[in-house]
């Protein structure tokens, strides 16, 4: 199910009012739709055609007379929920009377009440009402691919997929909020629940929304990061993930027919391969892995063509290949995607995974794999050195930078020193961002900066001393922050609507708890990464594939210039002409034009960012109506209603 909508207080909604709401978000599925109205609340969902047969199979709103559920996603580990159900509800046994994700949802309930969603494992957004006790429950997965928003309006609060469909039906009538959308074009890390909208804010990931009697909203976390355990030794642990990501690539897996893999030439989604051919091989299934993967041309730095093949061929596979020419940076119409976009973020391969799911959908896929969360969970980076120093460990700290750097002390300060001074009580010198916040765009002007605290809010936010050490912060910090579950939100949005599902093995809680119980060692040490995950595929994938790299490979910067400076930069070069963005004081417009120069120039500079201002360009300007028309006052625009 790909679109929510719920509403509790206030005067009655009709069925016609709730089904309205789910079509304004037919981009999320809309082509079936059901819905329960009441005098205290409502709830609706639609789907997909594809999803109906495909992925979701089940009825849209499960009703058990009392409680009433909608669901965006997918539950796993189906039998182990209903054993523990059960034995939650011992004495009191109830029937859970159906086997789709929305009946077990309800189960829960029953058996844990409002903090059901801590006993549940997938991918999920949901909400439940309760008609006895006059509750509505909502609530997010820890790794957030299903966004869900809430506003209100006087009496009545509103809970929806999309924030457009919430903004309309808040007291603000989807009045846009400019230092929101300043706050998502800045990149901060940390920021990111307020939207475009006022009024309008985002469920954070892994937290339960409850509206109670008399309209009272609280919002509470229903997951918390393991305490520490005792690791097991290196080769038992690789062998315990071994059996984890298998079990996970299982769960995930179509239920019968054909899932599309992505494979790429890194180690995470070819492990995800190795331990999809261990689960097919477990039983006789009607199901199979086709692989797809993106092929670069030769002497591109993102090319690993022969890399994927070597690990196709290890097990007879054939690939599927979409090539990297052929994929364009931006849709044919910009201005109808803007238009049709929940919010001003987008991602820079939005195209890429459209063009990969179409492929996917070609061999007959509906369901994705991706090595998403490969990387967070099992790799590093060098700001483990920062704990090194400020422990005391002045040895391991010299042998490894040796290893790293040489014998220079070049970037010493820059990797070292200052992670670990801005680690120390949040740091006080805003000018130089910690190691989990990012530098502010260039091109936001300082006034805009300075009213909206933006610097003084992305650090108050960044989880300084929540975990032991600044690795193990930055292993869960990089899973959960706002702006990483905001680029898996979007990039599922656009696979939704290419078509397809994309399940990500390595979000998976019991693989998250276990790697957030293994020794950093195992996940960077100088130069050497993913050892414990490389050691885990030994036997499964090539030697020669699972060996160190001397450098990184896979990379895709020289896409993006020659994007940028060929077929977008007509559309780039109007907008940035008179942009809109600078109307309304939120960034600098002659430097951004100078900085663009000077990137068409060389092909050095902020790509990424470049595209974002863009993006968010075209969005603004479809919501206030501006396209090439008169300018737009800031007092004006603040009133503009969508």
């Not at 991602?347 to 996917?360: I, L, Q, V, Y």
Request: one cysteine or more.
């Amino acid at each position: 199910m790909s679109a929510i909508f719920a509403v509790v207080g206030g005067e009655p909604m009709s069925a016609a009012d709730l089904q309205r709401a789910v079509l304004e978000m037919a981009t999320r599925g809309a082509e079936h739709i059901d819905c329960r109205g009441g005098e205290s609340a409502g709830v609706a969902a639609g789907r997909f055609d594809w999803e109906m047969e495909a992925t979701a199979s089940g009825p849209l709103v499960v009703d058990d007379g009392v409680r009433v559920v909608v669901l965006d996603g997918t539950l796993y580990y189906r039998d182990a929920l209903r054993r523990a159900i059960a034995g939650a509800t011992a004495g009191r046994a109830f029937d859970i009377a159906g086997d789709s994700a929305g009946h077990l949802i309800i189960g829960a309930y029953r058996a844990w009440g409002a903090d059901c969603a801590r006993h549940l494992e997938g991918d999920f957004a949901f909400a439940l009402w309760d008609r006895d006790e006059q509750l509505l429950v909502c609530a997010r997965d820890i790794f957030g691919t299903r966004p869900l928003f809430y506003g209100r309006n006087r009496d009545r609060v509103i809970v929806a997929s999309m924030a457009t469909t919430v903004a309309k039906r808040s007291e603000h009538g989807g009045a846009l909020d400019l230092g929101a959308i300043g706050e998502s074009l800045s990149g901060a890390f940390n920021l990111g629940e307020d939207t475009a909208y006022k009024g309008v804010a985002l469920v954070p990931v892994g937290h339960t929304l409850v509206v109670a009697r008399g309209g009272n909203v609280t919002l509470q976390p229903h997951w918390e990061a393991p305490t520490a355990r005792a690791a097991s030794s290196f080769e038992e642990g690789a062998e315990e993930l071994r059996a984890l990501l298998t079990d996970s690539v299982d769960e995930r897996m179509a239920e019968r027919g054909t899932t599309a893999l992505w494979l790429s030439g890194g180690w995470d989604s070819s492990a995800l391969f190795a331990c999809s051919q261990r689960a097919l091989g477990r039983r006789a299934t009607p199901r199979e892995i086709a692989l797809v993967s993106m092929s670069y041309p030769v002497g591109n730095l993102g090319r690993e063509d022969e890399a994927i093949l070597s690990v196709a061929e290890r097990y007879g596979a054939t690939v599927n290949w979409v090539q990297s020419g052929e994929v364009p940076l931006f849709p044919p119409d910009v201005a109808l995607e803007a238009s049709q976009r929940d919010l001003p973020f987008a991602h820079a391969f939005e195209m890429w995974s459209r063009t990969m799911g179409a492929r996917s959908r070609a061999v007959g896929a509906r369901v994705v794999l991706t090595g998403t969360g490969g990387d967070e969970l099992f790799a590093g980076s060098n700001i483990y050195l920062a704990d090194l120093l400020r422990r005391g460990a002045w040895g391991s700290l010299a042998l490894d930078w040796y290893h790293i750097r040489g014998r220079t002390l070049n970037g010493f300060r820059e990797r070292v020193l200052n992670p670990a001074l801005a680690a120390h009580d949040g740091g006080k010198d805003l000018s130089t961002p910690g190691p989990f916040e990012q530098h502010l765009m260039p091109w936001l002007r300082d006034d805009f900066v300075a009213t909206h605290r933006l610097r003084e809010r992305e650090r108050a936010k960044a989880p300084y001393g929540r975990r032991p050490t600044l690795s193990d912060t930055e292993q869960l910090w990089g899973l959960t922050a706002p702006m990483f579950s905001r680029i898996r939100s979007t990039l599922a949005a656009a696979q939704m609507r290419a078509g397809i599902v994309n399940r990500s093995p390595f979000l998976d809680l019991r693989v998250l708890r276990f790697a957030l119980g293994r020794p950093r060692k195992e996940r960077v040490t100088a130069r050497e990464t993913k050892r414990l995950l490389r050691r885990a595929m030994k036997g499964l994938l090539p030697d020669e594939f699972l060996a160190p790299r001397p450098a990184r490979t896979g990379i895709t910067t020289q896409y993006m210039r020659e994007q940028l400076r060929g077929p977008a930069r007509p559309l780039i070069e109007a907008a940035f002409e008179r942009p809109v963005l600078a109307e309304l004081g939120i960034i600098d417009a002659d430097r951004l034009q100078a900085d663009w120069r000077k990137y068409l120039e060389t092909g050095q500079g902020l790509a990424l960012s470049f595209y974002d201002v863009y993006q968010t360009e075209s969005w603004i300007r479809t919501h206030l109506g501006a396209g090439s028309g008169p300018t737009i006052r800031p007092e004006a625009a603040r009133s503009i209603a969508r």
